[in-house]
């Protein structure tokens, strides 16, 4: 089975709740996040989403079948969140940390209101990215994934199926499962987490990989 909005994939990031809703123009690329609620959000929900509501198929639907998927439908953002404990096998360089401070934006707003940049604006600008700490930490994860791109792929492949597996041994078939079996009940949860852990634990080269992106492997 495939938990939509569940990133077991190549890239795990952060989907702000609420994001500025006054962006300069001169922004027009990079969004300027709020310190609101995040959640951990997967690609496999978006594959059981099409699963749980084939408009072409929905006359053939059973009652509780369709009963189902409408609940699906009503099912809060956070019923896609990732259990915290998921994190803990995240590569720190797949992790998103939250953009460069309002102060950048004003200095930078300041210095194109005129439309236009000059050589000692675009140094003033890139000597504050220099000396950002933020910004040179998104750099360093930069260069991390570039330099073991292959070795991440593998690592999250295997740990997206171990999640999976994980999932499917402990009744959880749909986003409504999800939700009730992972989200709502810890208990649960912690088995799946336990589920996942006895899976890497018996996986050799997995635990090689982990060793290489820097990740300790705990339960």
């Not at 005129?114 to 930069?142: G, W």
């Not at 409504?176 to 050799?204: A, F, G, T």
């Amino acid at each position: 089975m495939a938990i939509s909005g569940i990133q077991s994939g190549q890239e795990v990031y952060r989907t702000p709740f609420a994001q500025e809703s006054s962006m300069r123009p001169s922004e027009p690329s990079i969004v300027r996040y709020t310190e609101s609620d995040t959640v951990l959000i997967s690609e496999e929900a978006k594959e059981l989403a099409k699963k749980d509501y084939p408009e072409k198929n929905q006359g053939k639907i059973a009652t509780g079948q369709m009963d189902a998927a409408i609940q699906d439908k009503d099912l809060p953002l956070e019923a896609l969140s990732l259990p915290s404990w998921y994190g803990n096998y995240v590569p720190n360089a797949m992790t998103v940390t939250h953009s460069i401070s309002h102060e950048f934006w004003d200095m930078v707003g300041e210095l194109t209101k005129d439309n236009s940049l000059s050589d000692e604006d675009r140094s003033q600008i890139k000597n504050y990215l220099q000396n950002d700490p933020i910004h040179q930490v998104n750099l360093a994860k930069d260069e991390f994934r570039r330099q073991f791109k292959n070795e991440i792929s593998e690592y999250m492949d295997s740990i997206g199926k171990y999640f999976q597996e994980s999932l499917k041994e402990n009744g959880v078939n749909s986003n409504s499962d999800y939700y009730k079996k992972v989200v709502l009940d810890k208990d649960n949860s912690e088995k799946v987490h336990q589920s996942m852990q006895k899976r890497i634990e018996s996986d050799p080269r997995l635990l090689e990989l982990a060793e290489i992106l820097g990740i300790k492997l705990n339960s």
